[in-house]
């Protein structure tokens, strides 16, 4: 299985507050994504990193800023909660082209209360 | 972003073969057909991809037509294990940043 690790796996928070959720990778990949899911749909691009201090925007950005100072760390920051933001947070990471196949961690249940 | 279209669900009887079908009618030259699968409360898994010719693995068969513009995933013995959300997605050659997934196709396979 690829290294891709998560961090928290889950997390409880209240609106208004700061989150900052970890993606830590061993396999020294250039590619980092963040995608978020909400219950029945399928995965939403929210950023991607195309390497160190590199990163673009996905489908749904907006409230949702990432940070990547070293290869094998991508953090996603939420600077201020909404309830909106509720979902599972699943990072993913690939080689640089696109016939590479994507790895995805296990997932962050974030709960905005 | 060329963009792909799954149906919402598709049932299989168990030790059956299960084709999924895969709409792109907007892929380019440089965008590879992937397929990945996502069990219940798990991350999505890879299960296949390619780009021109058809393409065989230990999970699964894909299938693409002449002119790109659809694919099929074949799965020749559906187990219960194989119970997921199939999600058909194109990654570009020259920039595998925009990899977008759509709401994919609910597989129900039944004993």
């Known amino acids: 299985d690829a290294g891709i690790t998560q961090s928290p796996r889950h997390k409880v928070t209240e609106t208004g507050t700061p989150v900052t959720l970890r993606c830590h990778q061993t396999?020294?990949?250039?590619?980092m994504y963040w995608y978020r899911q909400d219950p029945g749909h399928g995965l939403r691009l929210i950023h991607y990193?195309?390497?160190?201090?590199?990163?673009d925007k996905g489908e749904v950005s907006d409230g949702y800023s990432v940070s990547r100072s070293k290869t094998e760390d991508f953090l996603l920051t939420l600077e201020s909660a909404t309830s909106s933001q509720t979902s599972v947070y699943f990072c993913?990471?690939?080689?640089?082209?696109?016939?590479?196949?994507?790895?995805f961690g296990d997932g962050t249940r974030l709960s905005i209360l | 972003d060329a963009k792909t279209t799954q149906p919402n669900s598709m049932e299989s009887n168990e030790e059956e073969p299960v084709h999924l079908p895969c709409n792109h009618s907007?892929?380019?030259?440089?965008?590879?057909i992937h397929w990945y699968r996502q069990l219940p409360s798990q991350g999505p898994e890879y299960v296949i991809h390619?780009?021109?010719s058809n393409v065989n693995n230990r999970m699964a068969s894909l299938a693409i037509a002449e002119d790109r513009k659809s694919s099929t995933l074949i799965l020749h013995r559906a187990t219960l294990r194989d119970a997921a959300v199939y999600y058909c997605?194109?990654?570009?050659?020259?920039?595998?940043?925009?990899?977008?997934f759509g709401d994919g196709t609910t597989l129900t396979v039944k004993p």
């Open positions: 993913a990471i690939s080689d640089f082209q696109g016939y590479q196949p994507q790895h």
């Open positions: 396999e020294n990949h250039r590619y």
């Open positions: 990193s195309y390497g160190v201090k590199d990163t």
């Open positions: 907007t892929i380019s030259g440089t965008d590879y």
């Open positions: 390619g780009l021109t």
């Open positions: 997605i194109l990654r570009d050659n020259t920039n595998a940043g925009k990899s977008t």
